[in-house]
């Protein structure tokens, strides 16, 4: 079939052509330019010859004119040649009934002429597509390079095609090993395992034994006399939609097999590889595992069964435990062999090649294709793209610096119907959870559904669980784009908490300037985490954000967006303990800059000044209605003398207004409908709300009292009023060994010495004080330093804090034993044990002018002996007597004349210090209960604790006293403990200031 050129130049159709040639006589009488091209070895009838030179032709056929490329052959043929890609650029179809040819529906050339000795150019390979029966091997070999998809590819990729057509097998079986040593098989047991053959049908006996007999004629598996043996079965291939996978049975083998630990390709690194990539192509090795040759001596191992015999494999076969490490690791060392991380990365048997430039891609692609030819790798050309600008890869559709779900897969979850019992719903929220960094509050949205996961609950699906389910659905099929992270760009980092879950996005500016999601973050609370403030939630946000996307963050700088002043927060905590301050020690480990997000807070303003009388209306309240107040009105039988009537209301009129008298039996619903429908508000405000129209005799008290009673307002509202306590000490004694107290003092690790805690032990009567250095802060520690104590004499009582090591049996065993009552101060109140709290500042503070001033560089443990003498030894402020004197009547100094008695005897000081110290006391309770009341706590029902939390925040939460009035203690010890029982049904023991 021909077509005039230029009045004398005819085309030639051939379909069977792979490309388009021209003679050289043609382009020498046209006067076409030549260029030098790689060399492409095509087949013909009458020999196999290579093609080294190309021209660009403009060629119109109907309505449509094309440049194309044509190959340029030195012989005298009067014709061109137009291959079946180049008929597909022309959108020609051959209409065989009528040997005719349309373009676009019609027909263009109806007059034509036969060439009888036409010529049929192919690449070389590509013509020998017959079925190879020499080895054995039965209707297994498959067409190389299937038409419909080399018309397709561009003439580059097609001469590499050509010239590297060998790393292309004819069939699964085409495969060698690669040049590595062969793979040893270790196992923790000698003893063999061995099994019979499953049973199988008839049919799948066939197709077992022309599988094996393939095998074998293939070299890929031998017949063996191993004493292993494990079975074989057949399992459903999808490309052939039935059971035709041999499979092997290596479970038992696997049980025994020693674990390979390499470590497999992370997903996300592989994405990232692909961030400013514009050129893909994806390569499949052919039959992967079977290019790995195995050690001779472990061949019988990995022995096989089937009803016809034994067979040990040649190769590394598919179902071994380790077999997908081996792999991994054998691909991985060859490409990083070759240098090729820079444009290539793989996934197991998928190979993916990456650049930004069509020329730097076929340059990849042919570096990568002599890597097979070198290593002896085959590439399944069915499962091969070349040269694409989108590709799908691991789930995802990638294109230029962009991500998002594979279409298939989001179909498939598409077409999910509502799960109908857990199983289903693992399944569905596994489907969905591989894509969750493409969902925004993904965690926020999955928790109804994580609610009927939990162990014990009881399957039933709500409204709001379907909600959940449509909308994780919707977030996927809108096929959200994520951009590919890029090193080169800024990074921005959003977070935001709520009561159930913190998200976090990350976002990176695209070509247009604008900040684009990179990827998403999200997780519910667990559930102490839902115990923490909301500064403490904006907080974990960050930290939890910055755990997620460390990779991309550390070592870079970034902004932080945020509407909280979490991190101000953060930074102006003192005495960071706990989370908090493993969370600032995370934080330091980053370089950002915080931008604070403003809220939408002037929309609000706006609409009361631009629409004052909607507003009005939609904050109206009707506490009650006209009808309900005639009735109750006439049933409380109210005095009409004293009001009037106004449409059959009550009413009374003062200064000039009219208020509707309100019966006993509405007061309460007027109270509680005001106080809850207006926020809360205080007794003037419940005044000026209410009185301007209701009227009932003492109206003001009642709402006083009414607000005192409101549980609300006691849980949530700040309290204006002086705290709880007044100042109550322990009896003031004359006798030495009567109370003593104990505590510990931390942070001298810096001080040149490996012991970080001083013990003090403190009398009070005479102020004397033991001090005791220690590496630690134990029940042990404590016990010894108390025994050299007692040495001197056994106190009466003795006083602590609630430190662990106090409140340990252990601790009250060896108290028993010295018959020691134990006296435990509030928790969270140090003033209860205040002589130890005074006494600990006065000791570490002359023991850093200790420090400081010496010389030399003084381990603290050497003065802090001389410390200690000199407090006992100075007179003391409240006592007016040196401790050392009062207890062991040791002098500060000698008296330089001897007749002089400056300090009465030991007895009479005894007697003076106590009087001293009960003066002192009356002083300062004056002064201390100026700023506090009483305790009206005898026996009531409920009471409301302040609970701090660490300096982060305030907030208050009821307890409740179980079936009765809780445990409170006798109030003129208002130093001792509170116990009190909480809503959880747990003990607190609280000092009398923090109940409210």
């Known amino acids: 079939m021909s077509h005039t050129l230029l009045d004398n130049v005819n085309i030639v159709i051939d379909t069977g052509s792979t490309l388009s040639p021209i003679s050289a006589d043609i382009v020498n009488k046209l006067n076409l330019p030549r260029q030098h091209t790689r060399p492409v070895r095509i087949n013909q009838a009458h020999g196999n010859f290579q093609l080294t030179q190309i021209c660009d032709v403009y060629l119109q056929i109907g309505q449509i004119n094309k440049r194309i490329m044509m190959y340029i052959i030195e012989n005298h043929l009067p014709y061109i040649i137009l291959g079946l890609p180049d008929c597909s650029l022309y959108k020609l179809v051959i209409d065989c009934d009528k040997n005719e040819i349309l373009q676009n529906g019609k027909y263009i050339i109806n007059q034509h002429t036969k060439i009888n000795n036409q010529m049929s150019l192919h690449i070389e390979e590509n013509t020998n597509n017959k079925v190879d029966n020499q080895d054995g091997i039965v209707n297994t070999s498959e067409e190389i390079f299937p038409p419909l998809i080399v018309k397709q590819l561009s003439p580059p990729i097609l001469s590499l095609l050509s010239e590297y057509s060998h790393i292309f097998p004819k069939n699964k079986y085409d495969v060698e090993k690669i040049r590595i040593e062969p793979t040893r098989i270790n196992l923790t047991s000698d003893l063999p395992v061995s099994q019979r053959a499953y049973r199988t049908s008839a049919t799948e006996e ?17 017949e063996s006399n191993s004493c292993h043996s494990s079975p074989v079965t057949l399992a459903y291939k999808r490309d052939e939609m039935k059971k035709t996978r041999l499979c092997i049975d290596y479970r038992k083998l696997n049980a025994i097999c020693k674990t390979d630990a390499e470590p497999l390709p992370r997903i996300d690194t592989l994405l990232d590889k692909l961030t400013n990539a514009k050129i893909f192509s994806t390569l499949d090795l052919a039959s992967g595992y079977w290019h790995i040759p195995l050690h001779e001596k472990d061949k019988e191992k990995l022995a096989f069964v089937t009803n016809e015999g034994l067979y040990e494999f040649q190769v590394l076969p598919f179902g071994f435990r380790n077999a997908t490490a081996i792999f991994n690791r054998t691909i991985r060392r060859i490409l990083n062999k070759h240098k090729c991380s820079t444009f290539a990365c793989h996934y197991f048997d998928d190979i993916v090649i990456f650049s930004n430039s069509l020329e730097e891609h076929y340059a990849h692609l042919e570096q990568i294709f002599k890597i097979c030819e070198k ?487 050497k003065l802090l002996e001389r410390v200690i003498n000199e407090y006992n030894l100075n007179p003391h402020s409240v006592t007016k007597f040196p401790p050392a004197y009062l207890l062991f009547g040791t002098l500060p100094y000698s008296p330089p004349l001897t007749q002089n008695q400056f300090y009465p005897s030991v007895e009479e000081a005894r007697k003076l210090a106590k009087q001293n110290t009960i003066k002192y006391h009356d002083k300062n309770k004056i002064k201390y209960d100026a700023r506090f009341i009483d305790s009206p706590f005898k026996a009531v029902l409920v009471i409301i604790r302040d609970v701090q939390s660490g300096g982060a925040c305030r907030w208050l939460r009821d307890a409740v006293a179980g079936m009765g009035p809780p445990d409170v203690l006798d109030d003129s010890l208002q130093y001792s403990k509170h116990p009190v029982r909480s809503l959880h049904s747990l003990h607190v023991h609280c000092h009398l200031q923090d109940l409210m």
């Open 206 to 222: 066939v197709e077992i034994n022309k599988q094996v007999k393939n095998l074998l004629a293939a070299g890929l598996i031998k």
């Open 375 to 861: 290593e002896n790798i085959k590439l399944k050309f069915s499962k091969c793209v070349f040269a694409k600008d989108k590709i799908n890869f691991l789930g995802y559709e990638i294109k230029e610096g962009c991500i998002t779900p594979d279409n298939h897969n989001i179909e498939s979850i598409k077409k999910l119907q509502p799960p109908k019992n857990v199983k289903q719903l693992q399944g569905f929220l596994g489907s969905v959870n591989v894509y969750n960094k493409f969902i925004d509050s993904y965690a926020k949205i999955r928790e109804p559904l994580n609610q009927l996961l939990k162990k014990d609950k009881q399957w039933h699906w709500t409204a709001e669980c379907q909600e959940a389910f449509e909308l994780l659905k919707n977030k996927l099929v809108t096929k959200p784009v994520l951009q590919l992270y890029d090193p080169k760009l800024p990074l921005h980092v959003f977070c935001d908490a709520s009561q159930v879950a913190i998200g976090a996005i990350l976002k990176q500016p695209d070509s247009s300037g604008n900040l684009h999601p990179v990827s998403y973050h999200s997780r519910t609370l667990r559930s102490y985490e839902k115990n923490y403030c909301i500064t403490e939630l904006e907080c974990l946000a960050i930290v939890d954000a910055l755990d997620k996307f460390y990779y991309y963050l550390h070592g870079k700088k970034f902004i932080i967006h945020t509407d909280h002043a979490a991190l101000v927060w953060l930074k102006n905590v003192k005495n960071l303990r706990g989370r908090l301050f493993r969370w600032s020690l995370k934080l330091s480990m980053f370089d950002y800059e915080v931008k604070y997000l403003k809220r939408t807070a002037n929309v609000e303003a706006d609409m009361l000044s631009r629409h004052p009388t909607a507003q009005y209306i939609q904050h109206s309240v009707h506490l009650l209605e006209l009808d309900e107040i005639k009735t109750h009105q006439n049933l409380d039988n109210l005095d009409n003398s004293k009001y009037k009537k106004i449409n059959d209301v009550l009413v009374l009129k003062r200064k000039n207004l009219f208020k509707i008298v309100v019966p006993f039996s509405l007061r309460r619903k007027v109270l509680q409908n005001t106080h809850e429908q207006f926020g809360h508000p205080g007794t003037q405000k419940m005044i000026n709300l209410i009185t301007p129209q209701y009227y009932w005799p003492h109206i003001n008290q009642d709402i006083s009292v009414f607000i005192k009673h409101c549980d609300v307002c006691q849980l949530n509202k700040k309290k204006r009023q002086k705290r709880f306590g007044l100042l109550q000490t322990l009896p003031p004694t004359d006798r030495p060994f009567e109370y003593l107290s104990i505590d510990t003092v931390g942070g001298f690790n810096y001080y040149n010495s490996t012991k970080k805690y001083l013990h003090l032990v403190i009398d009070h009567a005479t102020r004397y004080v033991w001090s005791f250095p220690s590496k630690s802060e134990t029940t042990e520690t404590y016990a010894n330093c108390l025994k050299q104590v007692f040495q001197i004499q056994v106190p009466t009582k003795l006083l602590s804090d609630r430190n662990g090591a106090f409140t340990s049996s252990k601790f009250k065993r060896f108290l028993r034993n010295y018959n020691v009552q134990h006296l435990l101060t509030s928790s969270h109140h140090p003033q209860t044990n205040g002589k130890c709290e005074r006494v600990n500042q006065s000791i570490v503070t002359k023991l850093k002018c200790k420090v400081n001033s010496s010389p030399t560089k003084i381990p603290w443990t």
